[in-house]
């Protein structure tokens, strides 16, 4: 913050992959790879607006800027996440992440509902050692597997 203009300090994220975190008592949503299994599109926008109405509702003068959606694509089970995502197809963790953001975001013209920040980075599903891992994938891996959710997410989910 600023204090010499008694601007508060901007509380620039929350967690909200099922529900919101970090705001005391909330609502929690079932684990985002149960949710993706139901192939119901309604279901995950509703999902992600039901997540920003209660996120405006408790922020108290917090940021409405939210990470979430998760949407790292799961290869092995045994990386300690991947509950957290979608899971394995870069197709269907697209269409989730669009539907998420668009029902965390709002229809507003000119005004964001909440703002959805994505998780995390590209070919980013190692638990140990991932702040200084080198990720090795191939071209065609990374171009047909690893980046289409985020493309998706930010070029029709306006993420």
């Given at each position: 913050g600023i204090p010499r203009l008694n601007w508060p300090a901007f509380n620039w994220w929350s967690e909200s992959l099922?529900?919101?975190?970090r705001l005391g008592l909330a609502t929690s949503w079932p684990q985002v790879i149960g949710v993706a299994a139901s192939f119901d599109e309604g279901l995950w926008w509703s999902l992600g607006d039901l997540t920003s109405t209660e996120g405006r509702g408790k922020a108290e003068g917090a940021g409405h800027t939210y990470w979430a959606p998760n949407i790292n694509i799961v290869r092995d089970p045994r990386w300690g996440?991947?509950?957290?995502?979608p899971g394995e197809d870069p197709l269907l963790t697209a269409r989730y992440a669009i539907q998420y953001i668009t029902g965390m975001q709002g229809n507003h013209s000119k005004f964001l509902k909440t703002s959805a920040c994505l998780k995390h980075l590209g070919v980013y599903n190692q638990e140990t050692n991932r702040e200084g891992l080198a990720a090795v994938v191939t071209e065609q891996d990374m171009n047909d597997t690893f980046l289409p959710a985020f493309e998706?997410?930010?070029r029709l989910g306006k993420a």
């Open positions: 099922h529900g919101i975190a996440r991947g509950q957290e995502s998706a997410s930010v």
